[in-house]
C-alpha cells in the first residue's frame, strides 16, 4: 500500500548536535511539507517542497534545512541552531491539484536531552 | 493572510451525545477546506472535505457543511463514540494564495474526549 514513512519514530538529541528526520512517500506526490507541533500550538510550517531540487522556507524555518534529492525523499536537518527542538514532526505530501487533501506521516518524536 | 480559528476546547462528552466542534477561516480567495484527525501518538488523518460553497463533506458519521456567507465549516456528529475520542484540526488551502504552493493552513485543534 503506498503511503508516507517517517523514522525514526522517536529521536533523542544532544545538545549541539544535528540530527536528521527522514520521510519517504511512494505515492509518487508532487508536494512535500514538514510541520512542527507542540502541545496548544497546532502545527506550524518548517518547509515544503513542490518539485525536486527545490524548496521553500515556511513560517519556521530558522535552525532547520531539508534537501528534495528525490521525488519520493524529503529530509530535514534539525541543526544546533535550533534552540528549541524538542517537539513532534509531521511530514505530508500532496499531489499536483486544488482541493485535495495531505497524506500524513506517523511523525517523529525529537527530544533533547 | 489566510487563517483558522476553531473551538479549542477541550471538549468531554457522553457516549451517544452530539457534537460540534466550530471552525470559520479568513481567506483572500476561494478556499477547498478540510477537517483532519489525529488520534494519540500519530499523524493526521483527513475525516472529509468540501472544495466549494454548500458542498456538505461526510465520513464515519462526521459531517460539516461549506457555508460561504459565514465562512464557517463546522463539524458535527449525532452520536459520538468512545473510539472518537482524538484531535480535531480544521484547515483549509486557498486557490489564490501565493498561486499553486498548496499550503494548508491549520487551526490549533480541537481535544475531543468521550467517556462510556
Known amino acids: 500500500d503506498g503511503g508516507i514513512t517517517q523514522s525514526p519514530k522517536y529521536l533523542f538529541r544532544k545538545e549541539g548536535q544535528n540530527v536528521t528526520l527522514s520521510c519517504e512517500q511512494n505515492?509518487?506526490?508532487?508536494?512535500m511539507y514538514w510541520y512542527r507541533q507542540d502541545p496548544g500550538q497546532g502545527l506550524r510550517l518548517i518547509y515544503y517542497?513542490?518539485?525536486?531540487?527545490?524548496?521553500q522556507k515556511g513560517d519556521i524555518a530558522e535552525g532547520y534545512s531539508v534537501s528534495r534529492e528525490k521525488k519520493e525523499s524529503f529530509p530535514l536537518t534539525v541543526t544546533s541552531a535550533q534552540k528549541n527542538p524538542t517537539a513532534f514532526y509531521l511530514c505530508?505530501?500532496?499531489?499536483?491539484?486544488?482541493?485535495?487533501?495531505?497524506?500524513f506521516g506517523s511523525g517523529t518524536r525529537l527530544t533533547v536531552v | 493572510g489566510d487563517s483558522v480559528t476553531q473551538m479549542e476546547g477541550p471538549v468531554t462528552l457522553s457516549e451517544e451525545a452530539f457534537l460540534t466542534i466550530n471552525c470559520t477561516y479568513t481567506?483572500?480567495?476561494?478556499?477547498?477546506l478540510f477537517w483532519y484527525v489525529q488520534y494519540p501518538g500519530e499523524g493526521l488523518q483527513l475525516l472529509l472535505k468540501?472544495?466549494?460553497?454548500?458542498d456538505k463533506g461526510s465520513n464515519k458519521g462526521f459531517e460539516a457543511t461549506y457555508r460561504k456567507e459565514t465562512t464557517s465549516f463546522h463539524l458535527e456528529k449525532g452520536s459520538v463514540q468512545v473510539s472518537d475520542s482524538a484531535v480535531y484540526f480544521c484547515?483549509?488551502?486557498?486557490?489564490?494564495?501565493?498561486?499553486?504552493?498548496?499550503?494548508?493552513?491549520f487551526g490549533k485543534g480541537t481535544l475531543l474526549t468521550v467517556n462510556p
Open positions: 481567506a483572500t480567495g476561494y478556499p477547498s
Open positions: 517542497s513542490q518539485i525536486v531540487n527545490d524548496f
Open positions: 484547515a483549509l488551502t486557498d486557490k489564490n494564495s501565493g498561486g499553486s504552493n498548496y499550503k494548508l493552513t
Open positions: 505530508a505530501s500532496v499531489p499536483l491539484g486544488q482541493g485535495r487533501g495531505y497524506t
Open positions: 468540501a472544495t466549494k460553497a454548500d
Open positions: 505515492l509518487n506526490h508532487d508536494a
